[in-house]
């Protein structure tokens, strides 16, 4: 576990994984906001929403904020703000105050560069927005994720039936909502023919 209680925020590894290092872990939790919140994945975000009957207008800052948090403040959305103010005087215990000319220019340099992206993403939103309102008036979109019974197509949700337990969350769940219990779903090989017995 990390001694640094500084580091306990929602963006940094505080502790070991068994099979990467640190900055692999880093690089992955990285990776995996930048792959949903590419500008591919974000029209599709947005065409669901439109299909869905959902104000995309709406939508539009919501995406701004979750997209633009990681990459340009390092921290989670539900942490960031539009503008960070930063003083001269917060330092850490032990560490020297810096010089008024450096401290500012960085600070200025660094608000112009993330505004001037924030900007730009904002306006690569709105011609989304009016994209999709142009190529699809009557919502007529359907990707895999807007299928009445997508998960009835059976590999993509090998996930949810690779366990006694996790098919039996998935049917609970399917009850719940009046549908039927998913019937003859791709499951892990659990025999233990292989296994060594303990004498």
Known sequence: MDRDMNRYTLENVVTDHSRMSRSEWQQAYRAAWE???????????????????????????????????????????LQAGIIRLRRRADRRSGMPMESRLPFYAKYASSLVRKHTALYRRWRMLKILCRKIEKD???????????????????EEWKLYTQSTAAESAVNRERRVAGRSPILGAPRLDTSTEDVPKAN
């Open 35 to 77: 792959q949903f919140y590419s500008a591919t994945h974000l029209e599709t975000i947005l065409r669901r929403a439109h299909a869905s009957g959902i104000n995309i207008w709406s939508l539009r800052p919501i995406l701004l904020w979750f997209s633009s948090a990681v990459p340009l403040e390092n921290v989670h959305p």
């Open 136 to 154: 699809d008036p009557n919502r007529s979109y359907r990707d895999r994720a807007l299928l009445p019974d997508a998960y009835q197509l059976g």
